[in-house]
Each structure stands twice: as structure tokens, then as C-alpha cells.
């Protein structure tokens, strides 16, 4: 009896020892994203490949080309919340959460990232804590949409392609008071994923606020004249020097530009329920339709199928039967 005892403890122990390999866990991570503007948070690979069980008993022979892939979802949801996005494009890849928060969101919000190591198929989890705060300044009224051509997601979100963009529409604007508050993948909007062909792009959206009104350069594509020229598949003529060119290719014509000085406070903005009824409330259901009668309905789908057919076979019957030759 004590052998059979001893038995199931060492196998309770090994199965401990092994779920505790398999769902290791990093220490929690804090940020905090600011509603209204954009945000970026790298899930670097270097910084999880020292954590998987059977890397750390060989913690000097960390291999570099280890495949990690992600996955990320609101503590206690299947899913990421509605402001917040997750790309990868491959497990040799930087991973990102990224996404512009808005009034609404400003809070605390838990992620729990899941970790894979495709080699081993071990498991590292890390909570991030999102402490979302409201803008220290006003919102930024005029914003403006770019679509650039030749980048994909991943290739803008970094903090130094931000700087460059940045530094181009100053350039351009001769203005820097523009800051970037959303970064939008094409397929995230409809876009078409692209042959796989050197040099295709998915193409993405980068969406810029400002407190001052738009300059002419930006108001110039929005012309009668420009307009039509779009329609005709050519480039719009502005006045201004397209300093984005050649590091981001930007679709003149798709550019929209948005007014929100005039917009009320009460005015256009939806405010969006958790789904769950308030303390008290009843579910109050659509009245019952009245009752249809579908006799007609279905006199005529039979009927009228039945009285073809019999009018065919009495017509073939007259040709078999009365047109026969020598009768």
C-alpha cells in the first residue's frame, strides 16, 4: 500500500513540475497609453527566448533562431478590445500591440500575452497592464488620413519610421504642431492581401491631428479640378513639395481630411454599452407581426408550375397522337 502511495505523489510531483514548466510566467509589464493619440508596444523576441523551461537549464546556449509567435487577448475575453490590434508577420519577427484608445477606454485594462515556442511547443505567459489616461491636451479637431502605398504595418509602427513620417509632414506642411494619433492597416479596411510579388504592400493608413486649421497644400486635393483628375486615374497637382517621396509613396488621391471644430459635444459620437442590462431593467421585446396568410403564395408556387407542365404534356400528346402521318 505505501509503494502504491509513494507512486502517485511522484506523479502528482512530475505533473506539477511539468505544468510549471509549460505555463511559465513572466513578471507583469505596465504601460500607459494616452486616449487620442497612438501606441506602440514591441513584443520583442529577444526578451522572451531566455524564458521557456528548457532554455533556461542552458541559459549560455540561447539559440537566435528560435521561432516564437504571440497571442494576445483581454484578461477573461477570447479576444483584444475594439481599440487595440496584434500583428506579426512572421515567428522570426517582432510581434506589436498597437492601437489609438479613445475617451471611452481611458482605464485599466489587463492582456494577457501567450507565448509559443514553435520548436519545443512550450508556453510563456506575461500580463501587460494598460493604464490608459485622458490627453493632457485638447482634442485635436482637424485631423487628416494618409494612404501610403509602399509600407505594410509593421514597417511604420517602430518608433524611428514614426520620427520619419513626422519629420516629412513638417517638412511639407511647414507646420509642426501635426502629430500621428492612429496607424490603420489596408486590411483592416477592405483591403486586398497582394501577390506575392518582390516589392507589393498591403499599404496602410496613417491618421494625423492638429489644433490649427488645414493648410492650403492639404485643402489643394480636395479641388473640383483635382477631384476630377482622380476620377481619371491621374495625380492631383498641389503647390506644395511632396516631401514624402521616395520613403513613403502617399496616395493623393485617397486623403481624407475631417472637421470636428463644429461637431457638439452631445453631436455624432455613439456611446457604446457593455451589452449587459442596468440593475432593475427588464428586456422589453418587438411586438409579434401579424399573422400573413400564405395561401396565395403557395396556390400560385404549385399551381402555376403544375398547370405549364400539363399544357406541355397535352401539347406533345397532340403531336405524337394527332399529327401522326396517315391518320
Known amino acids: ?32 497609453p494616452v486616449a487620442g493619440a497612438i501606441f506602440v508596444h514591441e513584443l520583442k523576441r529577444e526578451h522572451f527566448q531566455g524564458a521557456f523551461p528548457s532554455i533556461r537549464k542552458n541559459y ?5 533562431d528560435t521561432p516564437i509567435t504571440f497571442h494576445a487577448q483581454l484578461l477573461g475575453y477570447p479576444d483584444l478590445p475594439r ?22 477606454d481611458v482605464g485599466r485594462q489587463l492582456i494577457e500575452v501567450t507565448v509559443y515556442n514553435r520548436h519545443t511547443y512550450e508556453t510563456v505567459r506575461q500580463r501587460v497592464i494598460f493604464t490608459i489616461v485622458p490627453s493632457p491636451d485638447a482634442q485635436m479637431p482637424y485631423q487628416a488620413e494618409f494612404f501610403v502605398k509602399n509600407r505594410d504595418v509593421e514597417e511604420v509602427l517602430p518608433a524611428d519610421a514614426q520620427k520619419q513620417f513626422q519629420q516629412a509632414l513638417d517638412i511639407m506642411l511647414e507646420q509642426k504642431d501635426w502629430s500621428i494619433i ?69 496616395d493623393w488621391c485617397n486623403i481624407t481630411l475631417a472637421d470636428l471644430s463644429s461637431l457638439s459635444v452631445t453631436e455624432g459620437v455613439p456611446v457604446w454599452g457593455d ?52 391518320v
Open 182 to 250: 492612429n496607424i490603420t492597416s489596408a486590411l483592416d479596411r477592405g483591403g486586398r492581401v497582394p501577390l506575392p510579388i518582390e516589392g507589393r504592400k498591403e499599404g496602410v493608413y496613417i491618421k494625423v491631428g492638429s489644433r490649427r486649421p488645414f493648410s492650403d497644400c492639404l485643402l489643394e486635393t480636395k479641388s473640383s479640378d483635382n477631384q476630377f483628375r482622380c476620377s481619371l486615374d491621374q495625380q492631383p497637382v498641389i503647390t506644395c513639395y511632396d516631401s514624402f517621396s521616395p520613403q513613403f509613396r502617399v
Open 83 to 104: 481599440w487595440l490590434r496584434y500583428t506579426q508577420r512572421g515567428p522570426y519577427q517582432t510581434g506589436y500591440l498597437y492601437g489609438s484608445p479613445t475617451t471611452e
Open 1 to 32: 500500500m505505501g509503494t502504491v502511495v509513494d507512486h502517485a505523489r511522484l506523479l502528482w510531483v512530475s505533473a506539477a513540475v511539468f505544468l510549471a514548466g509549460i505555463l511559465a510566467a513572466l513578471p507583469d509589464r505596465n504601460v500607459s
Open 60 to 64: 549560455s546556449e540561447i539559440p537566435s
Open 275 to 326: 451589452g449587459v442590462l442596468e440593475d432593475g431593467s427588464e428586456y422589453n421585446p418587438p411586438t409579434d407581426s401579424p399573422e400573413k396568410a400564405f395561401l396565395s403564395d403557395y396556390l400560385l408556387t404549385m399551381l402555376l408550375p403544375l398547370l405549364v407542365a400539363l399544357l406541355l404534356c397535352l401539347l406533345l400528346a397532340y403531336i405524337m397522337y394527332c399529327r401522326r402521318e396517315g
